[in-house]
């Protein structure tokens, strides 16, 4: 890869092949992008992002303002993939180039804002920390749940009475500021790597560790002990069922579910949140773009802080979507309920779905 002024070889080669390629793609996967949908930003489309990296790493435009600003609009969702021919990761190749143009000086837009915040032990996205593990108590759990930096005091607290209610021991972990996720979303990679280092200090021993935002399931996967099992909340608590250690009160509520992005196409799973909502007699309501095909609200690669016009652009087009369901909505993921909830829709985690419909402890 040549170097040129203000361009610096930080994308790795195989990253840097497949933006070459994609960089000569017909941009058939364009129709799949919910940010240029929203928007109509051409520079949100996947070609866009493929040249862009292609260019920096083989020196033919400068890492500066002008190459961030084409690195910005993306949710990380994944929806290009599902028609790519060559499975192109679009997500890994923006990260990259948000890394190059970091280094040189010139970093996307809420990045130094975020790295700021984690050092200091904050959110980067200004959401209150709910308070973690007990330091009294640190061995023999059942399972560790690690809350991600928008989850919610409520939906944590109806996770831990679920499992609770399934004679599950649990921990609850809040990473110091961040998992390291949205860092690495960002470009800042050494700063996402200590981040996810700091949070494996903090996870006692269980069998189980459960992430109830996807984005933390690679930090936590690169950190967890040998022989762990790192579980979203929905595969964690449809194995629950499956064991018949949870009951619920039976309800007909309709409900319509929204795919997180990062659980239906980054890690299949479509099938247990809808088992779980059958199991408490929900009817569901699908919506326009549900399972592999949902539509994204808006949540990822932390475009709220790198575009934020853009983010709420999407996050009212799903809302639309989900609010032509005439249903209340569930979903799995923190960071697309607060995206909906912001855009105005009736939105609830599953967690605290869930909770509300367990059958009540008979009395002592």
Known sequence: MAD???TLPMIPDDVAAAALHGSF??????????????TGRDDAVPWSFHRTVSDLAQGRTTADAHAASHLEACTGCLACRVPCVFDQDVPAQVRAGRATVRDAGSPVAGTEDAVAAVADGRSPYGVDLPA???ADATTGFDVVVVAGC?????DLDALRRILASAGRRTALVVPEGCCGGTLADLGAGPEATAAAARLGELLPPAPVVVATDPHCLPALRSTAGDGTRVLDTATALVQLVDEDALRFVSERTRV???????LARGEDVTTPPRRLLAATGAVLVEPEGHGASTVCSGAGMALE????????ATADHRARQLGATGAPVVTACAGARRRLADAGLDVTDLATFLADRLVPEPPA
């Open 132 to 134: 973690g593990l007990d």
């Open 4 to 6: 040129a002024p203000g």
């Open 25 to 38: 793609c017909p941009k058939m996967c364009t129709f799949a992008c919910p940010v240029t949908e929203a």
């Open 150 to 154: 928008r989850d919610d005091a409520r």
């Open 256 to 262: 319509a579910f929204h795919d997180p992005c990062l």
């Open 305 to 312: 802080l790198v575009a934020p016009t853009d983010a709420a």
